[in-house]
């Protein structure tokens, strides 16, 4: 992967792993302990594949081939 995209998902996921704690903890009290940790590793993971999708990737640096027309040829 390319470090570019890297710098994009990464924060991603954190913020969303963050704000899912947050919402979690303070407006769905009611909701077991093990079911939000499993909600917010699938909101993270998921947050992950979809940035990985969504935001630029650096194509690889291909070099330009060398011309092949030899119109003036020295010599000849």
Known sequence: M???RLKFIIP???IVAVTAIFM???YYADVPSNH???IVISATLL???????LFP???EEVPDPKP???I???GK
């Open 2 to 4: 390319e470090k570019r």
């Open 12 to 14: 991603t996921m954190v």
């Open 24 to 26: 979690l903890g303070k």
């Open 36 to 38: 939000k940790v499993l």
């Open 47 to 53: 947050s992950g594949v979809l940035a990985h999708g």
């Open 57 to 59: 990737h650096d194509d």
């Open 68 to 70: 092949t027309n030899n």
């Open 72 to 74: 003036n040829k020295k």
